[in-house]
């Protein structure tokens, strides 16, 4: 329970209503009780379907409500209340005496290591990282500060993580790239994969995930890139900061993408490309060429999305075409019968 | 070794043939040997390739063949006898010594835990339930009763689980949602994912399939929904009763699935749609608006799936409808020189 | 440090420039310093760019640089000098205290186990097979020798693998198929699925990739096939001996993929379906029928891809197709006029 001169204390608005109010939990605007706050970014809502507590709303906002608090990113200030009402809670706290861990492993202060995990020779991990339970990290592995690794998540050897990433659950950083070539008796032979997998900071890998190595060189994301659940990230690969993957896409080897690049889920990207900065691309998206500036495309094969919503629904009218082109084809012939 | 009649019995058939015949096993039609029994739904079948020992077939059933069990439901029948003669075994018996159990964690009766599981503060898990080996179970998660936790699912805070509920190898549930905003030096900062998933009852979710929690509200699976492999369930999602979804399908954030809806592989659906009951979707379709009611639909963006078919036929005769204007062009330009 | 003299003999190659020349590593035509080899399939490469010490080129190559191996298969001397600069190294020797294994498993010699991993009952591992942590083998399993079982694995009950295979962390092989049918309350039931998956020997499978077992039948990989990651094979599929599927691919129930079947990623294949020897299915594709012979298709619903291809190019210039019909209808008209 607390009071609303607190939480606009700790968001860092202006409130007009009762301060005195309390206020126990934090919900949606459709859900939120009279004793929880919601937020709305828009101006004009239902009011008399809505029973929150108190609304944060933007600081120009018109809304009239009995208390409001004003802020200047509502959203954000709803991030922190989150975080208030539901702090963030450790896997465990120290290391779990259920784990493996290498004499030659390094690890900072205020480390915890769940159940069942292990950490491989040489590997480090800094101060404030958790590593959940079932997490598999395997040799020469560098994890920074600050760090969520979730469980049954598998670091192969040689991966660099930076500070403040998170990564969710079953993802597979550095696993080999698909690279293969054939002997000469024409058997199909792996091409060995020893290059090296890096994270930036700040970084969120979603579950299930899958980040290749490549043979030698590195398959690289920059900082601030966030991907979804489900995506396969090829062998050599670089991924510019800030970049934000939906479920489900796939980047085939050695692409590179730039910054700011937004992805929709279950776009597929060919190998060699390259897609420069602020690049949108629309769910289940192919792409088959370079990306030379920014721009929004959709469609397989890509094109700019204008254009590929003008052409389907030509595409959609192509029965009245074909129509109209049949009664062309009686006119004229009645035209020359003449 | 088991006897024709009592087969019959189990499966509730009658029998046509010798009741002291035996049956040792049981196979699928083209394999079946002359001590196996098989099941078929169709009439015209090529007898003379078939070996099965005896065949189950619908009531009404014309086939002719030695040995024949009639039942209302031949492939219902086929299931219980695939029971009787493989039973379930449980992956091990009891809670393993190689386990890490909460002291707050509430176990039922009959239970059994794989090593190296671990159940987490406050979690419950109902009676005859059976959690495989390297299952994370995270806090504040409930599990019914008779449910099959197989190896390496995750199971994050707060999610709960109904009765007779199968979670495949891999599975995870209540992974973070893909929730981002700017924060005032334009960083991309998480939005605490904090909401819950629901799963109901008789629900089996697939391996290595992702289903998100949201930023406070509820993702839901109701009774009997069915999801196959390496499916993405986005944050805040609900699906209805009874429906079923293929393989690498993907749900958008807040999209509400109706009761009954069948999906091909690889379907895509947008964000905040909504899915009428009973709609059918066909492999690949990228749905991107609202299904107000039962359909069926295919492509991307979907359309009713005769339309699509159609412009699909339509698209394969371009070739031939540009020669044909090619052709009225000259007519056209002779007529006009006349 | 090795010699340049010793480098040509690894790699049965003819050394022209100085034998007596140091090497320290390996590493890309791009990034090679002058004490690291390189390798390069093209003739027309920019010289002044390139750093290396040593280039490793085709027999017939007529590049003019200071240390030249020649060899068969340049490509093959660089996988063999990747073993020889970065030796496999297991993940741990023996078997790790922290396994549970059964007293009926069997297993060969020289093999690991790493921590946190379990063999059921009845199940047997050959010679030199490395099993690393974390991997969950289930009862009657079959290893063979030689194989590499990246952690976090899981290999349900009744598998069979074969030698020299190699399986990437996340990977299930064997779980239930996606198989249900109404009881008699029109409830959708469960199909036991209680058949075995069986791969070949020098087969890959890639990280948290999901291989289905089938209701009785089996779901087959022949020799040398390789899946790349998040593949979804269905219950009952067979691959033939060489076949390569990319990324996120889909093979649906009880298709029959030939040899040598190349796919790109994100392809989807219906059930039931055979594709013949040699058939190339570019990335994206949804195959919706037989494929009978060698060929290359493309698009949803497939096509060979020539005729695919036209079609885009139709799609993009329909909008002046359409303006040519609404000229021809203008000109008719006026012809009809006169």
New interface residues.
């Given amino acids: 329970m607390i009071k609303l001169k607190r939480i606009a204390e700790i968001i860092n608005g202006e409130l007009k209503g009762n301060p005195e109010d309390t206020i126990t939990s934090?919900?949606?605007l459709k859900?939120a009780a009279n004793n929880e706050i919601a937020f709305t970014m828009k101006e004009t809502i239902d009011l008399k379907s809505v029973k929150a507590g108190a609304l944060i709303v933007k600081k120009e906002s018109r809304i009239n409500y009995p208390n409001l608090i004003f802020v200047?990113?509502p959203?954000?200030a709803?991030?922190k209340l989150?975080?208030y009402?539901?702090p963030?809670?450790r896997?465990n706290e120290g290391i779990?005496k259920?784990t493996?861990i290498s004499s030659t492993a390094i690890l900072g202060k205020n480390i915890s290591v769940?159940?069942?995990s292990?950490i491989?020779d040489n590997s480090s991990i800094d101060d404030h990282t958790e590593i959940?339970?079932?997490v598999?990290i395997?040799?020469n592995v560098k994890i920074g500060s600050h760090c969520i690794i979730?469980?049954?998540v598998?670091i192969?050897?040689d991966v660099e993580i930076g500070n403040h990433v998170?990564i969710?659950?079953?993802a597979?950083l550095g696993?080999?790239g698909?690279g293969?070539?054939l002997?000469?008796q024409g058997?199909?032979?792996?091409?060995?994969q020893?290059g090296r997998v890096i994270i930036g900071n700040?970084c969120?890998i979603?579950?299930?995930t899958?980040i290749?190595k490549s043979?030698?060189?590195k398959t690289e994301l920059k900082d601030?890139v966030?991907t979804?659940?489900?995506i396969?990230i090829?062998h050599n690969v670089t991924i510019g900061k800030?970049s934000?993957l939906?479920?489900?896409t796939?980047i085939?080897g050695s692409t590179e993408i730039g910054e700011d690049v937004l992805m929709g889920?279950?776009v597929?990207i060919?190998d060699h490309l390259k897609i420069a900065n602020g690049v949108m691309i629309a769910?289940?998206t192919?792409v088959t060429g370079h990306i030379k500036q920014k721009c929004i495309i959709a469609g397989?094969?890509h094109?700019e999305i204008r254009?590929w919503r003008?052409?389907?629904v030509?595409?959609?009218n192509?029965?009245n075409?074909?129509e109209?082109?049949k009664l062309?084809?009686k006119?004229?012939k009645k035209?020359?019968e003449k």
Same sequence: chains 1, 2, 3.
Avoid at 187 to 192: A, F, Q, S, W
Wanted: aromatic share 12%; charged share 25%; hydrophobic share 30%.
């Fill in positions: 934090i919900n949606s859900n200047d990113q959203y954000m709803f991030a989150l975080n009402f539901f963030h809670k896997f779990d259920n493996y769940g159940a069942f292990t491989g959940h339970a079932g598999i395997y040799r979730y469980s049954n598998v192969r050897e998170i969710q659950s079953g597979i696993s080999d698909f293969f070539t002997d000469s058997n199909i032979t792996k091409i060995p020893k700040h969120e979603g579950a299930n899958c290749d043979t030698i060189e601030y966030k979804d659940n489900l396969q090829g800030s934000r939906s479920a489900q796939g085939s889920g279950q597929g060919g769910g289940k192919g397989y094969p094109q254009k003008k052409d389907q030509l595409i959609r192509l029965e075409y074909v109209r082109i062309l084809e006119k004229v035209l020359e």
